[in-house]
């Protein structure tokens, strides 16, 4: 059992060095943003709902929510797990506000 472990660690140890070392090549540096495409940094980020055209759809998200449970509410926005599928598609969640 032990030396299987040992083969095993091995084999992903080489594995994620050669994933390092071939995306390396992949990756290069993005080209310069356009004059006039980048907006100036706003920080500390505004709270969602200054705008009075999104109440509507702020008080739908908040009925929503008050009905999840805990567990719903991470599924939403954490996912399900990083080995199932598409952890972080909150695009797809389909719901009813009845």
Known sequence: MAASTSVH????ALGTLCAVCH???VLRERDAVPAGY???P???APHGGWTS???ESYAKAKALVEK????EKTNITAGVGI?????YNVSSYRCSLS
């Open 9 to 12: 660690s091995v084999l992903l």
């Open 23 to 25: 995306g390396g090549s």
């Open 38 to 40: 980048v907006a100036k």
């Open 42 to 44: 706003y920080y500390p």
């Open 53 to 55: 055209d999104w109440s």
């Open 68 to 71: 999840m449970t805990l567990a």
């Open 83 to 87: 080995y199932m599928g598409e952890s």
